[in-house]
């Protein structure tokens, strides 16, 4: 077959567009040494699909490089935006060989995309149950300063600690009235404050007639309609430290969070026990309004009439667990066994087994399997619950 003239200077990469373009040194790949800004998934997969498919400032840079960089926003830290490497992982998942993937994350380093936050090494962490598990690579979601000089952004700061404080207004659609005398304002700027998710409600008229009159038919229904201040800062404690281990409820704010929660926690559920109940929704996407979502998720489990709960005495011939000698016996077992085994665990066990068990969901599965509790103060409800999410996955693939 002869080859057409035009088939070498294909193979050719093209180019870079910019002739002022250089790639980033790996002098600056460092978070501590980066000119570019830190950023959150989002934003951060918006500025590598303008990079790579409008500017091309890359010659390399391609689909392969967009389809490593999804992956990475997926397993990404919602708002710190870091994420573990996973050489192999990303390599499977994107149906990639690993010198492909360690190509295309050199050129998102290079056009500033990613930063160094700690190098993966050979040294053996000891992570109980596992003879060597090496140091994880971590890199931090950046955007370079081209992409910011190409929209116009504002920026305060310089480095990895820069914020957008202002972005240029959209043009106004009637263009026919004109202000002649009018010398054009520039917009509002944002202001360098940290991002937060829901407004919550917070003033001087918490006292109302409206809360009165809503209290006083509450009372009449026969429910409680206040909380002690005491009991809503207990909610609020314990929804602070909810959101964390539950990804998709981490834009609500804390106020109306705890408002939902508080079914769970009149049942007695500790942090723990809230979080696994949420967790086992098995939500694989970010509802707009968490505590809602919550509230009606909730209220659709609870019963429709008190008809609908049988009590035991309704019911004689029904064995209540608690009742049951044998049962009483395994629960003394069980929770003597966790207490000698939550005696030889150290806080670092923790954090290492949640850090570096991702990549062995299967073994994490199996362990929640044979003994959930230990499973969860060791591995954590978020790992838990991708492990068992991954595994019934699984069974149902023929």
């Not at 192999?88 to 994107?94: E, M, S, V």
């Not at 009637?174 to 917070?202: C, D, F, I, K």
């Not at 665990?345 to 087994?353: F, M, S, V």
């Amino acid at each position: 077959m002869r080859r057409t003239p035009d088939a070498a200077p294909s193979r050719v990469s093209q180019p870079c567009p910019d002739s002022h373009w250089q790639p980033v040194p790996a002098s600056i790949q460092e978070v501590a040494a980066t000119a570019a800004r830190h950023a959150q998934p989002r934003a951060w997969l918006r500025a590598v699909v303008w990079l790579v498919e409008e500017a091309r400032l890359h010659p390399k840079a391609g689909e392969a490089t967009l389809r490593v960089a999804r992956d990475l926003a997926r397993r990404m830290d919602y708002v710190e935006g870091t994420v573990l490497y996973d050489l192999d992982g990303t390599a499977a998942r994107c149906a990639l060989s690993r010198a492909t993937v360690k190509r295309h994350v050199a050129y998102l380093r290079e056009l500033g995309c990613l930063a160094w936050v700690r190098h993966g090494s050979r040294r053996n962490l000891r992570l109980p149950g596992r003879a060597y598990a090496g140091t994880a690579t971590v890199y931090a979601a950046t955007i370079p300063y081209a992409y910011d000089r190409a929209h116009a952004h504002r920026i305060d700061g310089r480095g990895f600690g820069a914020r957008v404080i202002g972005v240029p207004r959209a043009p106004a659609s009637n263009t026919a009235v004109t202000r002649p005398n009018r010398r054009g304002r520039e917009p509002q700027s944002l202001g360098a404050h940290p991002r937060t998710g829901a407004v919550e409600m917070r003033g001087r008229f918490k006292d109302t007639p409206y809360r009165r009159a809503r209290a006083r038919t509450t009372a009449r229904a026969g429910g409680s309609a206040r909380r002690s201040p005491m009991q809503v800062a207990a909610d609020i404690r314990i929804a602070a430290r909810v959101r964390p281990l539950v990804p998709w409820t981490q834009s609500e704010g804390l106020r109306r969070l705890a408002h939902a929660l508080r079914p769970l926690i009149d049942e007695g559920l500790d942090t723990h026990d809230v979080a696994a109940e949420l967790t086992s929704w098995w939500i694989t996407w970010r509802p707009a309004a968490p505590a809602a979502y919550i509230t009606a998720r909730l209220r659709d489990r609870a019963p429709a009439s008190p008809y609908d709960v049988l009590s035991a005495d309704a019911c004689p011939q029904t064995v209540r667990p608690t009742g049951n000698a044998a049962w009483h016996a395994w629960l003394q077992q069980r929770d003597t066994a966790t207490d000698v085994h939550e005696n030889r665990r150290t806080d670092d066990d923790r954090r290492y087994a949640r850090l570096y068990s991702w990549d062995r969901w299967e073994e994490v599965a199996a362990h929640y399997a044979t003994n959930p509790d230990d499973a969860l103060d060791l591995y954590g409800t978020r790992l838990c619950g991708y492990a068992v999410k991954r595994a019934s996955i699984d069974r149902r693939r023929p």
